[in-house]
């Protein structure tokens, strides 16, 4: 294989801690030599053992009281570049210098640790061979640069960008099948943002229901954060009806709610912007508590305050084969679909068909 189909092999590594991470970044490893993959490892949940560590126990667990021979001259492939400093953890470089590899291989620069050059100052090769078709950690990178989580905005409308029926007579516009590939972006996600619009009209539940996700024991559910201007919120709606927790956001001092210990429900008053919620604050305070990663799911209204503010990273649309008309909203009330597409802002990064829907997922071009 060579150093591309290995890093390769580690990035597929790193995602199988795509639900469970969360707050860190995923992080895939492995240990080469002579042809051979002889150990892998990945970091799996917050506080726990970092994918280099892993990697080498499980060396050390296979190989025994020969592990220093076997490791001797091998390469390490490594996502993320190996941490220096302690935190929950010991730092990695300190376990990868007791083994002679010949070089260290990582994909991504790591601006909070300097684990590349504390490596090269003992001896090792240091390589960085980056994948252009990879992209791993757009929350872990964002909030690292600007403290402030990544957001995805998922939508799902009609060719013309109609988004729910006015009249609320039919409640889906795609198919079970996109529902469920988009339930992949609530699974990976800290928080889930939603209006006390959608709250109103859809009475959403708003959770995870991957089935690989939450049979996995060290998934949570993700934070539901809910923006609204109102002064009542009828707590019997779905929404609440889980124990994850969940924050309500409001600039209203009068909001009226019963709170109590099943709910899980706190209520933050925010700065007003226009007489509107502050989004940059709420996304500030989400930052604050580690939040790295964000989906909003929401109406026209939220959407487009957004998309004025031009704060969504990534968009995912799920476009269904129909033509609404007026008997349906649009998603943004300022401009049409196709002016959204055509943002020399925005590259497609993913193209593909669900069925009878188109999936298109568009990223910030100077997006993490």
């Known amino acids: 294989m060579n150093k591309s189909a290995l890093m390769e092999r580690a990035v597929h590594l790193a995602l199988k801690g795509s639900f469970t991470t969360r707050e860190n970044p995923n992080v895939g490893c492995l240990i080469y030599k002579n042809g051979m993959i ?4 990945w970091h799996v949940t917050p506080g726990s053992n970092h994918a280099e560590v892993n990697a080498i126990l499980n060396a050390e667990s296979k190989f025994k009281d ?28 300190d376990l990868i210098q007791k083994y002679s590899f010949k070089e260290i291989i990582y994909m991504q620069s790591d601006p909070s640790q300097k684990g590349s050059d504390v490596l090269k100052e003992k001896g090792f090769g240091i390589e960085k061979l980056s994948l252009n078709n990879s992209v791993l950690n757009n929350g872990f990178f964002k909030h690292l640069a600007e403290g402030k989580p990544y957001v995805r905005a998922k939508i799902a409308c009609s060719m ?7 009249n609320n007579n ?17 699974a990976i996600s800290g928080a889930i943002i ?18 690989e996700a939450v049979n996995d024991q060290d998934f949570k559910q993700p934070l539901k954060v809910l923006f609204s201007t109102k002064s009542y919120i009828d707590s019997n709606k779905k929404f609440f009806q889980d124990n994850s927790r969940k924050i309500i956001f409001t600039n209203n001092e009068n909001l009226e709610m019963r709170i109590n210990e099943t709910l899980n429900t706190e209520i933050v008053k925010t700065e007003s912007d226009a007489n509107q919620i502050s989004i940059p604050s709420v996304l500030n305070y989400l930052g604050s508590i580690n939040i790295k990663d964000v989906l909003l799911e929401a109406g026209p209204r939220l959407i487009s305050s957004f998309i004025d503010l031009n704060l969504i990273d990534e968009y995912i649309f799920y476009i269904a084969p ?16 196709e002016g959204i597409l055509n943002s020399p802002d925005l590259e497609i990064v993913e193209e593909k068909s669900i069925g009878r829907d188109l999936k298109l997922v568009l990223r910030k071009k100077n997006a993490s």
Do not use: H
């Open 160 to 166: 013309d960008g109609k988004i729910a029926f006015k």
């Open 194 to 211: 939603t209006g006390s619009g959608t709250l109103e009209t859809d009475n959403p539940l708003l959770n995870v229901r991957l089935e």
């Open 170 to 186: 039919e409640q889906w516009i795609t198919t079970q099948a996109s529902r469920k590939d988009g339930y992949f972006y609530r």
């Open 322 to 337: 129909k033509v609404l008309g007026n008997k349906a909203n649009s998603f943004y009330t300022n401009k049409n679909l």
């Open 38 to 41: 002889l150990s892998e490892g």
């Open 66 to 93: 020969s592990t220093k021979d076997v490791l001797d001259g091998s390469s390490l492939f490594v996502t993320l570049e190996p941490c220096s400093t302690e935190k929950r953890t010991p730092p990695c470089t």
